[in-house]
């Protein structure tokens, strides 16, 4: 019998497991597809929320540690394991949208109260120096060059190999469906297969996570459908990662581009749709016009775990003993994964947190008022 059980095995779940492990903990992951096979592997991978600015502090307090975090963690992985996650500093360059309430000034605020190296740039031929292929619609912006990507694929893979070569368990294709509880206390779960018992059980399912009897009325986290394509190019054809009005290009080491992502709030629906690939190809090349000359390769779709305030859920249950909550990272998961797979550690083992917890709780507010969604795109 397992110490704890840790129900979802994409990057959020796998990270978490992984320390628990470190840690000394009996841990049993469960996934029900394979491993990282939900919006883990579907992302585009920058260590940085899009628009930072615009997140609460709960969020970039996450972000901050994990950009520490990875570097070191991929080593690890690499040593582990012997693959490289492709973890490269690409930098971004964000248009400024003042329309959607980028104020120069608390931009600027914001990255010095983070100790964000940033600079804003409204000349084309200095813009034209970070990334040469840019297009007339560049025109201004913030340029963060410290800023980091890895590659969704290979980290979920490098990931996968470290639990084999650790020896820490995990099944896949293995849904659980229910979270048993007897007298207000975690038992243990039930699968298609068998019931497994443990004192402890993280909730790691992603947009999942509230489809359990024991989440539906207190985890507000919902599917949120995102699209990309990728384009066939050569390496270093284009340098940086470059983001406007919520779209976005991603260089890869071996010459992919990715071209990203739409918002689509329609439930457990991953097709593909011939609206984003236009949507999707018409601002890359907005971005970017020589995308307009390259082949694209691939279009898929995610289901990111949507709560509107990208504020997630890291914490135990209120009412419920031994189970915990790590879900609703929505467009940041590796992002924050990191930094909070340490955090529901410090909670799970009940040690004193290496920060303040409460926003994170089922009590507080990880919705805004209204539908704002694209308050943080």
Same mark, same amino acid.
């Given at each position: 019998?397992?110490?704890?059980?840790?129900?979802?095995?994409?990057?959020?779940?796998?990270?978490?497991?992984?320390?628990?492990?470190?840690?000394?903990?009996?841990?049993?992951?469960?996934?029900?597809?394979?491993?990282?096979?939900?919006?883990?592997?579907?992302?585009?991978?920058?260590?940085?929320?899009?628009?930072?600015?615009?997140?609460?502090?709960?969020?970039?307090?996450?972000?901050?540690?994990?950009?520490?975090?990875?570097?070191?963690?991929?080593?690890?992985?690499?040593?582990?394991?012997?693959?490289?996650?492709?973890?490269?500093?690409?930098?971004?360059?964000?248009?400024?949208?003042?329309?959607?309430?980028?104020?120069?000034?608390?931009?600027?605020?914001?990255?010095?109260?983070?100790?964000?190296?940033?600079?804003?740039?409204?000349?084309?031929?200095?813009?034209?120096?970070?990334?040469?292929?840019?297009?007339?619609?560049?025109?201004?912006?913030?340029?963060?060059?410290? /800023? @980091?990507?890895?590659?969704? &694929?290979?980290? =979920? %893979?490098?990931?996968?190999? !470290?639990?084999?070569?650790?020896? +820490? #368990?995990y099944r896949e294709h293995c849904a659980v469906e229910e979270i048993l509880?007897?007298?207000?206390?975690?038992?243990?779960?039930?699968?298609?297969?068998?019931?497994?018992?443990?004192?402890?059980?993280?909730?790691?399912?992603?947009?999942?996570?509230?489809?359990?009897?024991?989440?539906?009325?207190?985890?507000?986290?919902?599917?949120?459908?995102?699209?990309? /394509? @990728?384009?066939?190019?050569? &390496?270093?054809? =284009? %340098?940086?990662?470059?983001? !406007?009005?919520?779209?976005?290009? +991603? #260089?890869?080491?071996?010459?992919?581009?990715?071209?990203?992502?739409?918002?689509?709030?329609?439930?457990?629906?991953?097709?593909?749709?011939?609206?984003?690939?236009?949507?999707?190809?018409?601002?890359?090349?907005?971005?970017?016009?020589?995308?307009?000359?390259?082949?694209?390769?691939?279009?898929?779709?995610?289901?990111?775990?949507?709560?509107?305030?990208? /504020?997630?859920?890291?914490?135990?249950?209120?009412?419920?003993?031994?189970?915990?909550?790590?879900?609703?990272?929505?467009?940041?998961?590796?992002?924050?994964?990191?930094?909070?797979?340490?955090?529901?550690?410090?909670?799970?083992?009940?040690?004193?947190?290496?920060?303040?917890?409460?926003?994170?709780?089922?009590?507080?507010?990880?919705?805004?008022?209204?539908?704002?969604?694209?308050?943080?795109?």
């Amino acid at each position: 019998m397992p110490d704890c059980i840790v129900v979802g095995g994409g990057v959020i779940g796998l990270m978490t497991a992984r320390q628990l492990y470190l840690q000394g903990v009996d841990v049993l992951l469960l996934e029900k597809g394979p491993l990282g096979g939900e919006s883990s592997w579907a992302g585009g991978g920058i260590v940085s929320p899009l628009y930072p600015w615009r997140y609460a502090d709960s969020v970039n307090v996450l972000a901050e540690r994990s950009k520490k975090i990875y570097p070191d963690l991929v080593e690890k992985l690499l040593q582990e394991t012997g693959l490289d996650c492709e973890l490269i500093t690409s930098g971004l360059f964000t248009v400024i949208d003042e329309s959607l309430g980028d104020n120069p000034q608390q931009i600027a605020d914001w990255g010095k109260a983070w100790s964000v190296d940033m600079h804003f740039i409204n000349d084309a031929g200095a813009i034209r120096e970070i990334e040469k292929t840019v297009g007339d619609a560049v025109d201004k912006g913030v340029w963060m060059p410290d /800023i @980091m990507q890895i590659r969704n &694929p290979k980290f =979920v %893979k490098a990931l996968k190999a !470290s639990f084999d070569q650790l020896s +820490i #368990p995990y099944r896949e294709h293995c849904a659980v469906e229910e979270i048993l509880v007897e007298n207000n206390k975690v038992t243990g779960v039930r699968t298609q297969q068998e019931t497994l018992l443990a004192d402890k059980v993280i909730i790691a399912s992603g947009a999942w996570s509230a489809q359990f009897s024991v989440t539906q009325a207190s985890v507000d986290v919902v599917p949120v459908k995102g699209q990309m /394509i @990728m384009y066939k190019g050569e &390496p270093d054809l =284009v %340098k940086r990662i470059v983001l !406007s009005q919520g779209h976005y290009i +991603i #260089p890869r080491k071996d010459g992919h581009i990715l071209a990203g992502s739409t918002l689509e709030k329609i439930g457990f629906d991953k097709t593909i749709s011939e609206e984003a690939h236009e949507e999707l190809h018409r601002a890359a090349v907005e971005l970017v016009p020589l995308l307009d000359n390259l082949p694209i390769e691939r279009q898929w779709a995610g289901l990111r775990p949507g709560t509107e305030k990208g /504020i997630p859920y890291i914490c135990q249950h209120d009412d419920i003993a031994g189970l915990y909550i790590h879900a609703g990272h929505f467009r940041n998961g590796i992002v924050l994964g990191a930094a909070s797979a340490e955090l529901i550690t410090d909670i799970v083992l009940d040690r004193k947190p290496w920060c303040d917890i409460e926003p994170y709780s089922l009590s507080a507010q990880h919705y805004l008022d209204g539908n704002n969604w694209m308050v943080i795109i």
